[in-house]
C-alpha cells in the first residue's frame, strides 16, 4: 500500500521550499505488519537564499494503521560566516496508511 504526497511550506506558505515523501505499509490479516518511509527529499521553488537541512524521517505502527513523517527546515535570509542569519520554518509530510489496504489521509503533521 504505498502512498506519495507533496507539501509545500516555506514562508507563510508561499511556495518558497517543499517536501515529498513515499511511505509502503504492510499489512496481514488487518493488521500492520510493517511500515517504511521509502523516499523522501525536498524541493526548492526559485532563486531565493534558502538552504534546506537534510531530510529526517520517521515511522509509526499502530497496528490498524502505519504512519510515515518526512519533515525538512529551510533557511532564508543572507549567509553570514557561512552560516544562514534570517527565518527558518520546518515543513513535513506525513501519510496515514490503513491496514484494509483502502483508507489512507495526508497531512503536514510533523509528529508521527
Request: net charge positive; glycine share 14%.
Amino acid at each position: 500500500m504505498p502512498a506519495e504526497v507533496d507539501v509545500v511550506g516555506g514562508a507563510t506558505n508561499t511556495k518558497l521550499f517543499g517536501i515529498w515523501q513515499r511511505t509502503n505499509v504492510c499489512a496481514s490479516n488487518g493488521r500492520v505488519t510493517s511500515v517504511a518511509v521509502t523516499g523522501a527529499n525536498s524541493i526548492e521553488f526559485g532563486g531565493f537564499m534558502i538552504t534546506l537541512s537534510g531530510i529526517t524521517t520517521n515511522t509509526y505502527n499502530a497496528g490498524y494503521e502505519g504512519r510515515g513523517v518526512a519533515s525538512v527546515v529551510g533557511h532564508w535570509g543572507v549567509v553570514l560566516f557561512g552560516s544562514p542569519v534570517g527565518t527558518s520554518k520546518t515543513i513535513c509530510s506525513k501519510i496515514y496508511l490503513n491496514a484494509n489496504g483502502y483508507n489512507y489521509r495526508l497531512t503536514s503533521e510533523c509528529w508521527a
